[in-house]
Structures are given as C-alpha cells and as structure tokens.
C-alpha cells in the first residue's frame, strides 16, 4: 500500500487548510485511514481517523486538541481521505503524516501499518 499525502502549506492563525491523503496499491474494502502529525521537539501525535469496512463508514475519531476543529472525510469512490482543517492555531504546527490500519476504529499509532510521507503545516500568528 502506497499513501500520497498533499495539501500542506503555510496559514495565518485562524485559517483552513485541506490535506488528502491517496491511497494505491493492495489496498482493502475495509480499513482505517488516519492522521497523526508531529510537532517541533514533540512525539508524533494521533489527530484523526476514519475507518470503512465493505462500504459502510464509521464514525470518525479525533484527537482531544483538534476535536471541533478538524474533520475527516473520505471519497467514496477512491481510497482517499480528507482532513479539513479549521481555526487552525500556531500550536497546529506539525509535520501531518497520513497512515492506514487494516483494523477497524483504531488511533493508537502501533496499529497503523502503512505511512505517507509527511506535509509541513505552518500555522503563523
């Protein structure tokens, strides 16, 4: 399984940004894609995740400091996943890494098999 993530960029305190996150390969009818990011002198952090099994879609899961802010989607008719990112702050700074799970509902970073190389976001006061 190969993952493609795009989408970073820089952003001033309070503004949007959309990653996506593409996935190729041997990939599954049911699975989990999520984010996780790192900051700065920061161990990488789980921001969310959606999991998918033979065409039905659970109910996502956050992070406790994105819950609110974040949201995460996905195409439904590719195997990509979208993190839209909202009233983003200086502390949303991080290195955004996409991974994928074959376990259902999971945000612990040990379950996740599979990682996309990282897009920088940059979030300016």
């Known amino acids: 399984v190969q993952l493609q993530a795009s989408g970073g960029g820089s952003v001033q305190a309070g503004g949007s940004l959309r990653l996506s996150c593409a996935a190729s390969g041997r990939t599954s009818s049911s699975w989990t894609l999520g984010w996780f990011r790192r900051a700065p002198g920061k161990e990488r952090e789980f921001v969310a995740a959606l999991t998918w099994r033979h065409g039905n879609t659970h109910s996502p899961n956050y992070g406790d400091s994105v819950k609110g802010r974040f949201s995460i989607s996905r195409d439904n008719t590719k195997n990509t996943a979208f993190l839209q990112m909202n009233s983003l702050t200086p502390e949303d700074t991080a290195v955004y890494y996409c991974?994928?799970?074959?376990?259902?509902?999971?945000?612990?970073?040990?379950?996740?098999?599979?990682w996309g190389q990282g897009t920088q976001v940059t979030v300016s006061s």
């Open positions: 991974a994928a799970s074959l376990s259902p509902s999971v945000t612990n970073i040990a379950r996740f098999g599979y």
